[in-house]
């Protein structure tokens, strides 16, 4: 029979004066707040199907992801962390209380500062977003919960029995106990998501003026999802569910470039052709842009321009 993979790394093996440089680059998906002077650090591993569980040990640090490295990494999952201390997470929500034993759950792809406090035996798990999407759609909500009370010690007391038996997962069951962790979460975590998801509409409406803006910025620009969520630090489906009102991202999108053509085509000292204009605001042909045009204000670009008095 077959375990799960299972690795070791602690600085004890290092010179002392490379041993926090050594651990920052264990975990470049973070900015760490730490005292290099004295530093030492230890962890271990194990690969259980979809998710990566570990078990750390060390100096007191604080990680955090700052709008810049995720935008710079692409980062795009979740970080389950039980700790033994008491700390605080600040996100763009405020900053929250995080008492000793209890679970905290942050998205890679959204900006958050930890407290520097002990690693003691600290259990994490990494989780995929597609893993944890699979059980709750909703996904996007679970930036900065904290789960406490009955709901969070069932799911903390699974993964310390995780931990405490992750070297006697076979192989082959690797993918099962994963799949009833994150049914796990899913349990633990839906009762919280409502009011979560109350005190987030505020945050999504400043989200979603910045994401409008940013576009109108850059209508002769190309659509690239992967890339507009990188420069608002958030992830695709964040971006996706933003927009849904509007009809979507694309369909946003176009509407504004319709507009810039059309206020163009309304400036008599406009004296670029029909094409140039539809170029300058993200056009490709001027078939497209007379199709599109057409459709939205019920005339063609030229029709529309002679009817304005600018031809």
Known sequence: MTFVPRSHFTTASLPERDRFEAWRALFSAHDLDADPQGFSGKIETTLIGSLAL??????????????????????????????????????????????????????????????????????????????????????????????????????????????????????????????????????????????????????????????????????????????????????RSQLYRLFEPEGGVAHYLARQRLAAVRAALDEPLERRSIGEIGEAFGFGSSAVLSRAFRQAYGLSPRDYRASVGGA
């Open 54 to 235: 570990r078990v750390m040990n060390a100096a007191p640090q604080g990680p955090g992801r700052s709008r810049s490295r995720i935008r710079r990494d692409g980062q795009d999952g979740f970080v389950l962390h039980l700790s033994r201390h008491a700390y605080s997470v600040e996100t763009e929500r405020g900053v929250i209380d995080v008492p000793a034993g209890a679970i905290s759950l942050n998205d890679l792809s959204q900006p958050y500062r930890r407290s520097r406090v002990p690693e003691t035996d600290s259990l994490i798990v990494a989780l995929p977003r597609a893993s944890v999407a699979s059980v709750l759609p909703d996904e996007d909500t679970l930036h900065g919960l904290i789960l406490q009370g009955g709901a969070g010690r069932l799911l903390a007391d699974h993964v310390r029995s995780l931990a405490a038996h992750s070297h006697a997962i076979a192989t082959v069951d690797a993918a099962h106990v994963a799949q009833a962790t994150l049914h796990m979460l899913a349990a633990c975590a839906r009762p919280s998501l409502e009011s979560i998801g109350r005190a987030g509409a505020p945050l999504d409406a400043v989200r979603l003026r910045a994401a409008k803006q940013l576009l109108r910025r850059q209508l002769s620009t190309p659509l690239r999802i992967d890339a507009l969520a990188k420069t608002l630090g958030m992830s």
